[in-house]
């Protein structure tokens, strides 16, 4: 292996550690809200309690609509039956909806996976990253994701895709060209290294101002 080689893997490999550091802060940042709320539980139990004890009926249901809204806004969106998926991709939501990004997902993984979490990780979080970079770009009615995931056979199968703006992207080589910085590169060199190792398949595809990813890993 030439020096030329071993700096790009040493720099992909720093980008690797520092994308998993990023979802993992995303990760704990929306337990913490939900342990915030938990904290919170027995106060608004006694507060309802004194609204009870006053027979203030219209106080509580009040009362209980605004703890419904606060609630709907930590408990997870998605539930695909693989506790890490289901971190990443709310965590990742979430992030999308703070930039005025609507995400329509539907993801469904009834099996334990062969592929490891970290490899899931590092897959879903750069897709949804690239998705949600390009989506900001666009008037925030036309900012959508769509994501899906499920089992083919014994194969798991993830597809993004979201809108750009306007012209069908470039090739260059197997990858389309980026119009980001160096860290983007490498998050695709990334991808594109865990699902060969893992004999998975991917295809990139612009069209009609969409763009889509799709990939197939092998789960036997």
């Not at 929306?30 to 608004?44: A, C, E, T």
């Not at 609509?65 to 930590?74: A, I, T």
Request: charged share 30%; aromatic share 8%.
């Amino acid at each position: 292996m030439g020096f030329f080689s071993k700096k790009i893997d040493k720099k992909i490999a720093s980008y690797q550690q520092e994308l998993i550091e990023t979802h993992y802060r995303e990760v704990d940042n929306m337990y913490h809200q939900i342990r915030g709320w938990r904290h919170d539980y027995r106060n608004h139990i006694q507060t309802m309690k004194a609204y009870a004890a006053k027979e203030d009926w219209e106080a509580i249901r009040r009362y209980l609509d605004l703890l419904d809204e606060d609630l709907m806004k930590v408990d997870p969106v998605i539930k695909t039956g693989n506790p890490m998926t289901d971190a990443i991709l709310n965590s990742k939501i979430s992030l999308a909806k703070s930039k005025g990004i609507r995400v329509i997902a539907d993801a469904h993984i009834p099996v334990k996976l062969k592929s490891s979490e970290i490899d899931l990780c590092c897959i879903i979080g750069n897709l949804f990253d690239n998705a949600i970079e390009a989506s900001v770009k666009l008037p925030e009615k036309e900012r959508i994701i769509r994501v899906y995931m499920d089992m083919k056979n014994t194969q798991l199968y993830i597809s993004f895709t979201n809108f750009t703006a306007g012209k069908k992207l470039k090739k260059e080589g197997k990858r389309f060209q980026s119009t980001k910085g160096e860290g983007h590169g490498f998050g695709l060199v990334r991808i594109d290294t865990i699902i060969e190792r893992l004999d998975g398949y991917i295809s990139r595809n612009s069209e009609d101002g969409a763009f889509t990813t799709e990939i197939l890993l092998p789960q036997i």
